[in-house]
Structures are given as C-alpha cells and as structure tokens.
C-alpha cells in the first residue's frame, strides 16, 4: 500500500495592488499598523505613547486577560526616548541610560516568567538588582506582546519575513505560508544565519533539498499548532523559533526517515521574534517623529561551545 502524502492547497491569490514589499507595507499601515492621526503630534509623557500605542494595536476581541502593561515604572514622566527589544536584559537596560531613553517598549518578561508574576522572587537578589537599577534611572517598561501579535498580519511574523527579504512574497491571506522560488535547504540556513545574525541555527533535513514552499512561524511552536498547517499547505520547510525537542522534532525526524521530503530550522526564540521588535521601533517614529527611537537586539541568550570535542 502506497503512503498517504499531503497535497499542498493553492493559496488565495493577493490583491492586485500588493506586489511589492514597500507596497505591502504600505497595505498594514492601512490596517490595525496605522498610528492614529491624532496621535502623530509629538508625544510630551511616556503616557501619550503607550496611548497610542493601545489605539493604534487594540487586543484580539474577546480578550480578557493580557500581559501586555506597565511592568515598572511611571508613565507620566516626560518622554525623552524610545529603545524597542524583545527583552530587557542588564545589557540592553545600561545602553538605554546611555542613549537617555526612558521608554522601554519590550516583547517578552522582564523578570523571567510569562505574566512577569514576581511573587517567587522576593528577596532574591538578582531580581533586587536588576529592579533597583530600573527604578534608579527612571526608566518604564511596557510589554507589548499580544498586541503586535494581535495585529492584522501578526506584526512579529511580518517583521521576520521582511527581514529576511520574502517580504514580496508575503500573502496576508495566508499569512504563515511564504512560497518562493526553489531554493536548497543549504542557502536558505546560510541566509537566515546571516540576516539575522544567528549562529547558533539547528535542522533536520537534507541541506541539499530544494525548498518551494515555507511555513514562517517564529517563536515557540507546539505540535498542535504546527501539524494543520502542514496538513493543509504541505509546505517543504518549517522555520520556526523553537519547539520540544520530544514533541514536533521527533515528527520531522520520522518524515525525513520515511522519505518525505520535510524539513524544519530552529533559529531559537528570541532571534525569531526580534525583527518584530526592529519592526515595531519603525512604527514608532510615525507617532513619535522628532524623539530619538532605537532597537537594541537582545543577542543570544547563551554562548556556543566551539566543538563537540572542546577544541
């Protein structure tokens, strides 16, 4: 008996007019991306950017709970600049007081648990530190997480794919799914190394596979999410952020044992979802035009052993 293989359903075409990745840009600007009008007179407090940073990227309907918040801080100071990133770590909180930017607009905790809930950090030393040093320099901490991912299309998946140059080929209809021409498996990792500044890149596959079709999916990924979208697009490759080694990498690793010509890199979390923080610092000058707006990449959470033999 023959294996079952996906087939791949055509994708909906896009609309005439988006045939260009500045012209789609153009296209979000249009939707939940626009600054509101109001809002693009220069902004005097932190609280008249996160204002319009609440108009302009209103949370999914029906949401009742959300992490996105003041973390620390006092938003009615006056503004005096911007730093986007996806975590506010030491290193990216000491370039800010060297910038004078009191605005940290961040996409993921700062004090190491989803909901930053710091009930299991009191009297712990690190937590102290890092807290004192952010309420020393004055500075306010905004998580915008569901936000961007609540805008239409998802501001972090549109941030990656621009940033590694399909943005013309992004269809905002099928949003996760990135059709280009055929490309190996090799040139595309070497890319994507490189665009993003990611060394420490993991796949399963064959480096020397043609890829024509891709599902983008930054960030952590579980099985559960990833397999519909496999089953419906039957894309060649998965790029994606991270997922449990025990879960979806044991699926991909059967696939290509079996034949399926399959697919998938890891770039890791945080370099996934850090061109939606690049992103969102462009977005800000349209609101904030004359304060001086900066992105600080976080950079890799940790350091790469040089070999496997401790050469």
Known sequence: MSAVRFRPKPLPQQNGALTSSGRRFAWCRRRQFAAPRASRLAPRTV????????????LRAGT???????IVGNAEVPLT????TMFPTMGVLREAV??????????????YQASDDVSALDGDPV??????????????????????HACDPDGV??????????????????PRIVDIAPTSLGDIMAMVAQRLDAPNLHYIGDPTMLVRRMHISPGYNSFRSVLPVWREHNPDLLIAGEIF???????FRDAVALGHRKAVL?????????????????WLKAIAPTTPIHHIPRGEPVARFPSASGR
């Open 98 to 111: 060297a910038r004078r930017a009191n605005l940290l607009v961040v996409h993921e905790p700062t004090f």
């Open 64 to 70: 009742t709970t959300t992490v996105d918040r003041i």
């Open 157 to 174: 998946r549109f941030g990656i794919v621009e940033a590694l140059g399909w943005g013309a080929a992004f269809n905002p209809t099928v």
């Open 245 to 251: 080694e025990w879960e979806a990498a044991e699926y």
């Open 81 to 84: 600049g911007i730093i986007t």
């Open 127 to 148: 937590y102290a530190e890092k807290r004192a040093f952010i309420e020393r320099h004055g500075l306010v901490i905004f998580r915008n997480h569901d936000r961007i």
């Open 266 to 282: 890891f770039t890791g979390h945080s370099v996934s979802e850090e061109p939606g923080s690049a992103w969102m610092a462009t």
């Open 47 to 58: 609280a008249d950017v996160l204002r319009a940073i609440e108009a302009a990227m209103p």
